[in-house]
């Protein structure tokens, strides 16, 4: 991919599940009447904007993150009846809520169409001096059946090519290349720790019925859920990982921005993934009781709720701009990480 086109594909990315969060805060506080000021995606200096009605929409330089500027919740502003605070605690929550949920929702989204559609098992590559290459098989070649089974992911044709390795037998491989049916005659040949033909394929996804895709999206989505505490935990006990700031931990803005440079040039289904991966990341992250993050906003509005009045607001502010500083220092040493790994 080239990497002009590249560079904007990963913009693109970051600024999808950003405007997804954000517009769960945006549609609910329009929903409950709350006043919203300013919908910007990207930081820093604004490039252009546009008013429509009482919101201002804008884009601007750093197109690594965003938000959604509710009327009130600056305690020094008077915002009236339509302010954030002047909304009932349920309201607030939602709001507050809003934006993690649509980030859980969103590859669920994402995984369901994958499956509706499906996609081929296509030849990435072909290793030089395999049978695959002798045999003339190119690299974007859509392998359609291996003796006569049809192949919808590389699952299939890796069984295949194991049963016929073992055996000793050759595979009939046929392809579409261009829209033209092409066979191959192909033995597959040894190499630990077992039989290849001699290509990379993209993994392939199995076409289901649309109840069948979003059930198997939404099983998927709460694997990742699952499958993401469960790494923590490792991270946080198992010592020949090497923790959360070594070669296996977590990944900063760097390294985010490298991994979704490399799934972008593996075409658009893993991208796709990717992206439903990234979403629920920041939902999950976001979600966190820790200041400055949506959790913690949540922490302030149960408080409220058992002690039935709110916190100072101004002490609240000051808590998340501890939090705030706190977290821009931990992704500087987590970019940090990312440079040197």
């Not at 409950?32 to 904007?49: E, H, M």
């Not at 369901?112 to 996609?119: D, I, K, L, Q």
């Not at 709460?222 to 959360?244: C, E, M, P």
């Not at 900063?252 to 075409?267: Q, S």
Request: charged share 15%; proline share 7%.
């Amino acid at each position: 991919m080239n990497p002009v086109l590249l560079v904007v594909v990963v913009g693109l990315v970051f600024s999808l599940i950003v405007v997804v969060h954000e517009a769960g805060h945006f549609l609910t506080a329009k929903a409950v009447g709350i006043k919203v000021d300013q919908f910007s995606v990207g930081f820093g200096p604004r490039l252009f904007g546009v008013t429509r009605g009482e919101t201002t929409y804008a884009v601007r330089a750093l197109p690594l993150g965003g938000f959604v500027k509710l009327a009130g919740m600056d305690p020094s502003e008077q915002a009236g009846p339509r302010g954030f605070n002047a909304h009932p605690l349920w309201q607030r929550l939602l709001v507050i809520v809003a934006g993690p949920v649509l980030n859980l929702v969103l590859p669920v989204v994402l995984f369901a169409a994958v499956y509706a559609v499906g996609s081929p098992v296509q030849v990435v590559s072909v290793d030089s001096g395999t049978p695959a290459q002798a045999a003339g098989v190119q690299a974007g070649d859509v392998i359609v059946a291996v003796n006569g089974h049809r192949v919808q992911q590389q699952s299939d044709l890796r069984a295949v090519v194991t049963a016929a390795g073992q055996a000793g037998e050759p595979v009939q491989l046929q392809v579409s290349r261009h829209g033209q049916l092409l066979a191959f005659t192909i033995t597959p040949m040894k190499r630990d720790p077992g039989y290849i033909l001699g290509v990379r394929t993209s993994p392939g996804v199995k076409q289901l019925s649309p109840p069948y895709a979003v059930s198997q999206s939404v099983t998927d989505t709460a694997g990742l859920v699952v499958g993401t505490f469960q790494g923590f935990y490792r991270l946080a006990t198992d010592k020949s990982l090497g923790g959360f700031f070594g070669q296996n931990g977590i990944r900063g803005p760097v390294g985010i921005m490298k991994t979704t440079a490399d799934e972008a040039r593996g075409g658009p289904v893993p991208l796709t993934f990717w992206i439903g991966f990234l979403s629920l990341s920041l939902g999950l992250i976001n979600i966190l009781p820790f200041p400055a993050l949506d959790g913690g906003r949540l922490v302030f509005l149960f408080l409220e709720g058992i002690r039935g009045r709110p916190v100072d607001p101004m002490r609240e502010q000051m808590v998340h701009y501890v939090g705030l500083a706190i977290l821009f220092g931990f992704i500087a040493l987590v970019t940090f990480n990312d440079v040197f790994r």
